[in-house]
């Protein structure tokens, strides 16, 4: 039995032109493009997911996913708006929140 999570990326200026990359337990599971959503098949169990982009990323989210379940994600950039001006904040001192994932309502 496989169970499968869904990631969709909103659409935004920032990082527009660039893939974001899926992160699995810390192995390389795919990338995600702007606008778009993907789903990956993997078998049940308890997982950590987080997206990259260069040295900077996501927060990471905690989830367990049961035999046949399914997993909705959603994520993008925090550099929205006035935001932009504080991309060099994001890059040096809070890597880890340049970009923001989360689970999505179904």
């Given at each position: 039995?496989?169970a499968?999570?869904?990631?969709?990326?909103?659409?935004?200026?920032?990082?527009?032109?660039?893939?974001?990359?899926?992160?699995?337990?810390?192995?390389?599971?795919?990338?995600?493009?702007?606008?778009?959503?993907?789903?990956?098949?993997?078998?049940?169990?308890?997982?950590q997911?987080v997206?990259?982009?260069?040295?900077?990323?996501?927060?990471?989210?905690?989830?367990?996913?049961?035999?046949?379940?399914?997993?909705?994600?959603?994520?993008?950039?925090n550099?929205?708006?006035?935001?932009?001006?504080?991309?060099?904040?994001?890059?040096?001192?809070?890597?880890?929140?340049?970009?923001?994932?989360?689970?999505?309502?179904?």
């Amino acid at each position: 039995m496989s169970a499968s999570i869904t990631i969709s990326r909103d659409s935004g200026w920032a990082d527009r032109l660039r893939a974001y990359r899926i992160e699995l337990d810390g192995v390389k599971l795919g990338t995600i493009d702007n606008g778009e959503s993907k789903t990956f098949f993997i078998e049940p169990g308890s997982y950590q997911l987080v997206l990259k982009i260069d040295w900077c990323g996501s927060n990471t989210v905690a989830f367990n996913l049961p035999a046949d379940g399914k997993a909705l994600f959603e994520c993008g950039s925090n550099l929205r708006g006035a935001a932009l001006l504080l991309f060099f904040f994001y890059v040096l001192f809070a890597r880890d929140q340049y970009l923001w994932l989360r689970p999505a309502a179904e």
